[in-house]
């Protein structure tokens, strides 16, 4: 299963935008991008996926690179709701949702 | 929210004694999983499903079971307890196709063994 790598912590300002990148160079050309987050003492829930194109939400957005290499996971309007653990998971056709560290998004009023 | 309960929410238990933990779902999906949660670390697989009966292990299965006799249950047992085994666990669902991927996660299972 291919790796991912986030950053270990982001700090945003409420109402700014963020972006939480990842990095996966292993990416296979069947492998989709998959983020989810976790709010605290919750499970982890599902943000947003792609494939090959940039796509939208109602949460967020998942900007992916041509090369697929790497991915951005862009939170609009950071609330301070948003202070979670997030996660970029290659999911293969194995269905294997492999999580790594995250990155812990940080929110300042 | 997606139909999925785990129990029990919460357990202490000793050392060396069997312990089952049960995530049911009302979803119909194809593939279950269980996962555990340690300060400094991220969710790690322990086994997943993909069908009644079909079971495979993950990154972390060692001292666990699973058991999946039913679409809507997936059991895991930890046969004998020891202390590293005190974690979070959390089950997940999915549907397991190309088109509808997202994973879905129960509100965990705080195991304490003493």
């Known amino acids: 299963d291919a790796k991912t790598t986030q950053p270990n912590s982001m700090e945003s300002n409420e109402e700014e935008p963020v972006h939480l990148p990842c990095n996966h160079s292993?990416?296979?050309?069947?492998?989709?991008i998959h983020w989810y987050r976790q709010l605290p003492s919750q499970g982890p829930e599902y943000v947003i996926h792609?494939?090959?194109s940039n796509v939208n939400n109602r949460m967020a957005s998942l900007a992916i690179a041509e090369d697929r290499k790497s991915s951005t996971l862009i939170l609009h309007r950071a609330t301070l709701r948003d202070a979670a653990v997030y996660y970029c998971i290659l999911l293969s056709g194995t269905y294997k949702y492999i999580f790594g560290t995250g990155t812990r998004l940080k929110v300042l009023a | 929210d997606a139909g999925i309960t785990q129990s029990p929410r919460h357990k202490v238990t000793e050392t060396g004694t069997p312990v089952t933990l049960r995530c049911h779902q009302t979803?119909?999906?194809?593939?279950m999983y269980w996962y555990r949660q340690d300060p400094g670390h991220g969710l790690r697989l322990i086994h997943y499903?993909?069908?009644?009966?079909?079971?495979d292990k993950g990154e972390v299965s060692d001292g666990y079971s699973v058991s999946r006799s039913k679409t809507e249950d997936f059991l895991l047992t930890l046969e004998s307890a020891t202390s590293s085994q005190t974690s979070v666990y959390f089950c997940a669902i999915s549907e397991g196709d190309r088109v509808n991927t997202e994973a879905f996660f129960g509100q965990g299972t705080r195991l304490t063994v003493v």
């Open positions: 292993t990416i296979s050309g069947t492998d989709y």
């Open positions: 499903s993909y069908g009644v009966k079909d079971t």
């Open positions: 792609g494939l090959t």
């Open positions: 979803e119909n999906h194809r593939y």
